[in-house]
Every structure is written in structure tokens, then in C-alpha cells.
């Protein structure tokens, strides 16, 4: 079963008044809310439409600030609705955005801030996605939450259905990251490890989907999955005192929380949420160069992107054949952004940067973002006032074996503390 009929099963659609339909990207054709992503009529994408006279007349900043410090508080613009549904929440969101003054006095940024998506329970941006999904499963009667992942979504998938009591299958690459496998497999999900790429799981998963009835979140449930990413431009504009950046940059897989971001930014305008006068964020993306479509298709003028064998290790946003990226690619252009990529040895030394000049240890993506920051930076894209923010998806003990060669080689002294204060002096000369 492929999609649940929900008015048969309830009656109604039980996901709030706020919420008005399905509506494809592509052609327009509106559907019920239902466990599906793809349109009847052309294949696009399917997309959450609001009704947002009444998202109007429920939601203000005050609405809002008194709400839980999660992802939960700009739950009118979420497609479940909490008078009928409790959240499955292991408290994801309401990061910190922290002002970068060391990096920025680097780039020359006076207003660089970090959106710090390492503090999310397991580490990574995606339990956004993912306690959305989930409570969307569990309201419309689903048991069994299910991912196609490159590790970060498996995590987050494993660690909610825990929590929620709900069944658990990820299937991943054989080749993830021990950190990433061992960080999924504690809560003891069903994995499912394949011998191919993401790009082979991904459509392995989409054939799977027709044959059992789980959620899969990136999948079936990715129309209500993927508004979740919203919450971490919410944040933003929140915390920046009601106020959008200039600039935002987001690393690039499927493409599918970058079109996020812009459609969160669309409707904090649209609503009067951000002050008035507020123009939308350039949207700029990064990628790594060793899988880079999106990057490549940016700069090579195209409207569409040619699918790559990626060959990097960023491992959470290597996707060759990303959905979402013809979307990403206009909505840069549309907003002034630019879609670039990173070498290898620039997003370790972005991990560095990072890490060494504001305390934050960040995962590969993280590494990518911040070296895309630091080339744009030093190209004078910047002149110094803009509000620029880099949006940190992951954190970096998950890849830390990306870094470990760095690492000085200690070699132990002896337990005397002259041997110490010898050793000292040895190392600061
Ligand atoms: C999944 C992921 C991304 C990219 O997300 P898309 O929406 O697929 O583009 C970025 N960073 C991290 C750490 C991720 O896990
Ligand atoms: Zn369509």
C-alpha cells in the first residue's frame, strides 16, 4: 500500500484545520493528505499547502515564545496538529545561533553567525525531519517508521522510534561510517545494509515502498518530513530578533531543506512574523567537490542536473542524484545565491577552521559549509556588514575519523612534574 486513505479510515483528514492539502510542485494538482510524495498526475513532488487565513489567526511571535524551546513552537506552521496529537519529541530545535566573531574577524564578517544543528539529541539536523514524520505516522496510524539514509536520518529514525515505541527500518550503504552505524544500531532498529551507493538504496527503498505499509521518511512521509527543516530558518529569523539574514548557507544533498528554507522564509514574510521591510535571504548552497551536481549544473548556466558518482568524504551529503536539485538551483538564482563546492582537503581544513575559532566540532558537511563561507569570503563576496549565517547541520565526533590523522602524535612523560614542565616548555617554543 503506497498511499492510506485517510478519510476512510477516519472520516476526516486528522492533520488540522492549518492544513488544506497536498499540492505538486510541478503541476499544481491538489490531493488529500495522505503517505504519498509524488503527484497522480505528472510525478513531481508533492508539497504541504496551508491554509493560512487560519495559520493567521492562530500564530504570532507571542504565540510563538510561549511555546516549548523545540522545533514545536512554530507548530501551526507544521502539518500535525497538537490539539489532537501529542509531539514525538526528543526536545530537537531551538539551537543556538551564536555570533562567530573569531571566524568572521577572519573573513572579514562583522555579522557572521553559526546556526548550531550539532546540539540536536542525536547530533544532526535531521531529528527535525524526523519528529515530524514520526508524529505525522503515529496520527495516521502507521507502526513502523522506515528511511532510506547515509547515516544521519538512520540515527535520528532509530533514536525516535525508540522513544515513540514505534518499529524501526533503516536501510544504509555497508559502508557508513562505524560512528554512524554503531550510533543507529544502540537503538536497535531493523538495519538493513546494502552493497551499493545512497543513490542505490534510495531507489531500492522507493520500489519497497510499494509492497509494505511503513512510513518511510524521506519517502512517502517527505511531504511532512521535509517541512520539519523549516523550524531551523524559523529559529533564525526568532533569533536574530525577528529579522531575516542577508545570506544563509546550507549544505546541499537532496536538495530537499534548502527549498525548505525558502519556503520558511516565504512564509515568515508572507505572515508579518519578521519585521516589515524584511526582503528574502540569498540562498547559497555547498557541496563537495567530489559530488558536486548541483554545484557543477550552478555554474555551468544549466536549468537541470546530470546525476555523478560521488566520491567523497562527506559522506551525509553525498547524493549523485539529488530530487530536489533543479529547485535548488532556482531559488539560488532567483535569490542571488550561488551553489559551490569544496575540495577535500578544504572541508577538513573547514572542520578545523570551525573547531579552532569557535569551539564548534562539525562533521564533514559542517567542514563543507564553512570552507564554501571561507572561499566566498576571501572571493569578496561579503563587504563586511551583511548578516551572513551558516547553517551547521552535524556534529563532528560521528566523522571523527576524518580528522584523526591530524591529531598530534603524543608520546607520554614521565609522571614528574619537572618531566611536565619540561615537555611544556618543548611544545611552546
Ligand atoms: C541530510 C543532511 C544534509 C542535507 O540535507 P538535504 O536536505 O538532503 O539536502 C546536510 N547536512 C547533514 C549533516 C545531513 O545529515
Ligand atoms: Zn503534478
Redesign the pocket.
Given at each position: 500500500m503506497s498511499t492510506i486513505s485517510l478519510l476512510e479510515r477516519y472520516g476526516r483528514a486528522p492533520s488540522g484545520a492549518h492544513v488544506a492539502c497536498l499540492v505538486c510542485r510541478a503541476c499544481g494538482h491538489e490531493t488529500p493528505v495522505e503517505a504519498t510524495n509524488i503527484c497522480e498526475r505528472c510525478f513531481g513532488p508533492l508539497e504541504v499547502r496551508y491554509d493560512y487565513e487560519e495559520v493567521a489567526r492562530r500564530i504570532s511571535r507571542e504565540s510563538i515564545a510561549a511555546g516549548p524551546s523545540s522545533i514545536w513552537r512554530y507548530r501551526d506552521l507544521l502539518p500535525v496538529d497538537l490539539e489532537e496529537t501529542e509531539p514525538i519529541t526528543l526536545g530537537e530545535g531551538f539551537t543556538p545561533l551564536i555570533h562567530a566573531r573569531n571566524l568572521g574577524a577572519e573573513l572579514g564578517l562583522r555579522n557572521l553567525y553559526l546556526k548550531n544543528?550539532t546540539q540536536n539529541p542525536t547530533g544532526?539536523?535531521?531529528d527535525r525531519?524526523v519528529s515530524v514524520a514520526a508524529t505525522w505516522a503515529r496520527e495516521h496510524g502507521l507502526t513502523t517508521i522506515a528511511c532510506a539514509s547515509?547515516?544521519?536520518?538512520a540515527n535520528s529514525v532509530a533514536a525516535y522510534a525508540a522513544h515513540a515505541g514505534m518499529r524501526a527500518v533503516v536501510v544504509v550503504p555497508s559502508d557508513l561510517e562505524p560512528a554512524k552505524m554503531i550510533g543507529t544500531s544502540i537503538f536497535r532498529p531493523t538495519i538493513i545494509a546494502v552493497d551499493g551507493s545512497y543513490d542505490d538504496v534510495n531507489r531500492l527503498c522507493t520500489e519497497l515502498a510499494d509492497c509494505v505499509d511503513w512510513g518511510f521518511c524521506?519517502l512517502n512521509l517527505r511531504p511532512y518530513y521535509?517541512e520539519g527543516?523549516k523550524t531551523l530558518t524559523f529559529e533564525t529569523a526568532e533569533q536574530l530578533g525577528w529579522r531575516l539574514p542577508d545570506e544563509i548557507i546550507?549544505?546541499?544533498?537532496?536538495?530537499?531543506?534548502?527549498?525548505?528554507h525558502r519556503k520558511a522564509a516565504g512564509e515568515l514574510i508572507d505572515l508579518g512574523l519578521v519585521d516589515s521591510g524584511s526582503r528574502l535571504p540569498r540562498f547559497t548552497g555547498a557541496q563537495a567537490l567530489g559530488c558536486s551536481p548541483v554545484a557543477t549544473a550552478f555554474s555551468g548556466g544549466e536549468t537541470t542536473v546530470v546525476p555523478v558518482r560521488p566520491a567523497t568524504i562527506a559522506r551525509?551529503?553525498a547524493?549523485g542524484n539529488?530530487s530536489?536539485g533543479a529547485d535548488?538551483l532556482r531559488i539560488a538564482r532567483e535569490t542571488g545565491g550561488v551553489v559551490a563546492s569544496v575540495t577535500e582537503e578544504e572541508l577538513v581544513e573547514g572542520i578545523e577552521l570551525l573547531a579552532a575559532s569557535e569551539g564548534i566540532f562539525a562533521?564533514?558537511?559542517?567542514g563543507v559549509?564553512v570552507a564554501v563561507l571561507r572561499n566566498l569570503a576571501r572571493a569578496g563576496r561579503w563587504e563586511g556588514d551583511e548578516t551572513v549565517v551558516a547553517?551547521i547541520?552535524?556534529a563532528g565526533l560521528k566523522t571523527a575519523d576524518c580528522v584523526a590523522s591530524r591529531a598530534p602524535v603524543l608520546t607520554p612523560v614521565p609522571a614528574s612534574l619537572r618531566a611536565v614542565r619540561e615537555r611544556y616548555a618543548g611544545l611552546i617554543s
Open positions: 544543528d544532526s539536523f535531521k525531519v547515509t547515516g544521519n536520518l524521506n521535509s527543516s546550507v549544505p546541499v544533498a537532496s536538495g530537499c531543506q534548502f527549498v525548505k551525509s551529503i547524493i539529488p530536489d535548488v562533521e564533514t558537511a559542517g559549509t547553517y547541520t552535524g
